[in-house]
């Protein structure tokens, strides 16, 4: 499958599922039904920014467990990625 590699970095790309081109061993990330992928061994908050999305406005799940954004993403890692959603 084809997808995007981001011009500035070799470390994301989106949307597709695999191996990466290289051979890199990926992270799959999941959010608002599209799939994305990052090199494995970036914290979470990393691979956030990578994809341009705001760290505070977004929830990793893992396993069905909450990650915290300092958590390292293992090789074969699928995250979902959650809005944070608030109101008062």
Known sequence: MGGFWFNWDRECRGPVVGRGSDGVMM????????????????????ALEKLALNPHMVLGVRE????????????????KLVAVI???
Not at 27 to 46: D, I, N, P, Q, S
Not at 64 to 79: Q, S, Y
């Open 27 to 46: 992270v799959k990330l999941t959010f608002r039904g599209e799939a994305y992928e990052v090199r494995a061994g970036m914290t979470l908050r990393k």
């Open 86 to 88: 608030s109101g008062g």
């Open 64 to 79: 069905g467990k909450l990650i915290t954004d300092d958590t390292i993403l293992n090789e074969g890692d699928e995250v």
